[in-house]
């Protein structure tokens, strides 16, 4: 089994920054992605980005480029979401997942673990 925690929500004003932790422990695998994924009020979990533990450049939606960045720490098993300028429609619980391929899918289903989520809200 894979657990997933994520910490570093909160409420903040808009054009502020944050930075979502998700720390991995358990069972380990040689290929695999992680996602981060977020759900607003009365909206589906969408993808938000990801980065393949194999390297190369992580893959981010479209609201979000340029204002979120996605790293990781191979040491402490842990990814990380950059969030600058944040905006009230960023305001969603959100959530790391990791899936079992190489390469990073945008798709929720092929996720096979997922975190509790952390709440974020953005003011205006």
């Known amino acids: 089994q894979v657990q997933l925690v994520e910490s570093g929500g909160g409420l903040v004003q808009a054009g502020d920054s944050l930075r979502l932790s998700c720390a991995a422990s358990?069972?380990?695998?040689?290929?695999?992605?992680m996602g981060w994924f977020r759900q607003g009020p009365g909206n589906q979990r969408e993808f938000v980005g990801g980065?393949?533990?194999?390297?190369?450049?992580?893959d981010y939606a479209d609201s979000v480029e340029g204002r979120f960045t996605i790293s990781r720490d191979n040491v402490k098993n842990t990814v990380y979401l950059q969030m600058n300028s944040l905006k009230p429609e960023d305001t969603a619980v959100y959530y790391c997942?990791?899936?079992?391929?190489?390469?990073?899918?945008?798709?929720?289903?092929?996720?096979?673990?997922w975190g509790q989520g952390t709440q974020v809200t953005v003011s205006s």
């Open positions: 997942a990791l899936s079992r391929t190489d390469w990073i899918p945008t798709l929720r289903r092929l996720y096979d673990y």
């Open positions: 980065i393949a533990w194999s390297g190369g450049r992580p």
């Open positions: 358990g069972r380990t695998f040689s290929k695999y992605a």
